[in-house]
């Protein structure tokens, strides 16, 4: 390999200079990430939703149960967007701010997509790593249960449970918690099967270390980076599920929403021309998948450099 | 092969009554009866209500009863709400046009999304690349229920040029909307998946070896390329369908096509449990066989699977 020129400047500088500081691989992962600009620009998007989820209610003039009187009834032309209006995104059809309503959908939104993501890596990972270390017939039982599990068209299932335990946040929860841990558990088993042979977990089995231990001390760590990166992909996933479900008018109820149910409603009256109910949710719906996207490809990226 | 196809079926068995004893033991669960309404029933009228549809007796009659007419006689049992319909007349009326549409999606999704994949893969890093992959990129943050506004603002509202709903029969100007919103996002997982997947076969060594004795590229993207290079695609289509199924509920609903979505989400909002059971059901017994019919034919053309 050919070093150009600067290269073999900095390489004997850095020699003559102190120690080469060492770098991790957590270190090596960091720099490839920062790299990829795409991917980077996903984060910058993601922490923008993030910031305007948390803190932008401070600075919408109106609050999002509030309706205003003066535009209820000629919502077409009063309830445009506008900053003299203090509705910056206009209002939707029952004169409610649109504004504060989408801080309202995208924390709601972007909540189920970040506990379904962890639910799945709690249970995911623990199931999964559990079934690769112990093989035979532990693993057969468990797996075959996931497979069973997976063959199941679960949106009409969590459909069916949100009618009959009654359609609340907690419950969609647990619906989404239930379905989202099954392929986790899957690619963190593929894992383990892999590591489980390598001469560490074997140098543990020897000095005593219990099963339990090893799992959680020595396995669950070297998954996290395969881990991580489904999570990341898993989040967007969680929030199409979560605005499936409300887009049908199942799932996150009145007066709560979320982007689902923001975008089933601006949908709705779109024929009177209030394109802005549909195209304002859209767009943070649209830009936070795209963003997720990305940071998940570029973490595959650094973190299983091989696969490029 | 027989074997592999016993052993499949000896799991899908039991998935399908799993799902079945699932829903009916949620269903019984649930708090309230069908009968609840507004207005209280005397407690006589009830009784013979009850009687009628078999609620009196114990749970476990009433599952084997309710399983027993399933499998044996192909019934799902009356509707609670619509009381002169059975859940097997709603599931004729709608099933038909779910099965129409659905149809016409797959093979878009597929034919669209492998042509994209190809093309992106065999000029790799061209402008044609950049496209496809551009293309799949954007259709991935569109699933149904947002590509579904976005066409009939487009297509009916803007242009006019589409109806914005109902099917008449299935008339093609009818079926093209549909279709695009329920494939557009599994062409783009399809279209990635071949793009990476043709990538990775058209840089092996047997390729090479191909086009060094001189087998024209066309011969060989057909010939040798393309099967292997199709694996990941088929084992997908098994996920794909069942979302495809999933999605027929948007569509349904928000283009009045009057397939079985309408039906479910219908009898969701109204507690009609023997058609969400049935509706269920049926979507679980289809997604089933065809995970077992994607299975075999995976098994079939890859010669690396021992079964």
Do not use: C
């Amino acid at each position: 390999m050919i070093l150009s020129r600067k290269t073999a400047k900095d390489l004997e500088t850095a020699q003559i200079g102190a120690e080469i500081e060492g770098r991790s691989l957590w270190a090596d992962a960091r720099i490839r990430f920062f790299r990829n600009r795409a991917a980077v620009g996903g984060m910058v998007i993601l922490i923008l939703v993030g910031l305007f989820a948390a803190f932008g209610q401070y600075i919408a003039p109106w609050s999002n149960e509030e309706v205003d009187w003066a535009v209820l009834g000629n919502v077409d032309t009063m309830g445009r967007p506008s900053i003299a209006s203090g509705h910056y995104f206009g209002t939707d059809e029952l004169g409610r701010d649109l504004f504060a309503r989408t801080i309202q959908g995208t924390q709601i939104s972007l909540m189920v997509g970040l506990i379904g993501a962890l639910i799945a890596v709690f249970v995911g990972t623990i199931y999964g790593a559990t079934a690769g270390y112990y093989g035979g017939r532990v693993d057969n039982v468990m797996m075959r249960i996931v497979d069973v599990l997976l063959a199941i068209p679960y949106m009409f299932v969590l459909i069916l449970l949100l009618v009959v335990f009654g359609r609340s946040v907690l419950m969609l929860f647990v619906g989404i918690g239930l379905i989202s841990w099954l392929d986790m558990a899957r690619i963190a088993r593929g894992q383990t099967l892999s590591i489980k042979n390598k001469e560490f977990v074997e140098a543990a089995h020897a000095i005593g270390v219990r099963p339990g231990t090893i799992i959680r001390r020595h396995i669950v760590p070297n998954l996290l980076g395969v881990v991580i990166v489904y999570a990341t992909l898993l989040v967007p996933s969680m929030i199409i599920y979560e605005s499936f479900i409300s887009f049908l008018g199942l799932g996150v109820q009145e007066p709560a929403t979320s982007w689902g149910a923001l975008i089933s409603e601006g949908a709705k009256q779109m024929q009177y021309g209030t394109l802005w109910m549909l195209l304002f949710p859209l767009f943070f719906f649209v830009i936070t998948l795209f963003a997720f996207f990305f940071v998940g490809d570029g973490l595959r990226d650094a973190l299983d450099p091989k696969d490029r | 092969m027989l074997s592999y196809i016993t052993r499949r079926l000896a799991i899908a068995i039991p998935t399908l009554l799993i799902l079945v004893v699932f829903s009916y033991l949620i269903m019984y669960a649930a708090p309230g009866g069908p009968f609840d309404m507004e207005r209280t029933l005397p407690p006589e009228v009830m009784a013979n209500l009850n009687a009628k549809y078999g609620l009196d007796q114990p749970l476990i009659v009433q599952m084997w009863n309710y399983v027993y007419n399933v499998v044996v006689h192909f019934d799902f049992g009356p509707s609670f709400m619509y009381k002169d319909q059975t859940v097997n007349d709603i599931i004729a009326q709608g099933f038909p046009v779910t099965l129409t549409y659905g149809f016409w999606s797959f093979v878009v999704a597929v034919v669209v999304g492998m042509s994209l994949g190809i093309t992106a893969a065999i000029y790799h890093n061209s402008w044609l690349d950049y496209l496809a992959v551009g293309i799949s990129i954007g259709a991935q943050v569109l699933p149904n229920f947002v590509m579904a506004p976005i066409l009939v603002l487009v297509f009916t509202l803007w242009l006019g040029w589409l109806p914005g709903g109902g099917w008449q029969g299935g008339q093609w100007e009818y079926i093209i909307m549909p279709v695009i919103a329920l494939s557009t996002s599994f062409m783009a997982s399809i279209a990635r998946l071949t793009r990476s997947s043709m990538l990775e076969v058209l840089n092996a060594n047997y390729i090479r070896t191909a086009r060094a004795k001189g087998l024209p590229m066309r011969r060989v993207i057909f010939r040798h390329a393309l099967k292997p290079a199709l694996l990941p695609v088929v084992s997908y289509l098994g996920p794909a369908f069942v979302a495809m199924i999933t999605g027929s509920v948007v569509v349904d609903m928000y283009f009045s096509t009057g397939g079985i979505g309408v039906f479910f989400v219908n009898s969701a909002l109204n507690r009609d449990y023997s058609v969400i059971m049935g509706i269920t059901i049926l979507t679980g017994a289809l997604t089933i066989l065809f995970n077992l019919a994607v299975d075999i034919i995976y098994a079939w053309i890859d010669p690396k699977i021992r079964y």
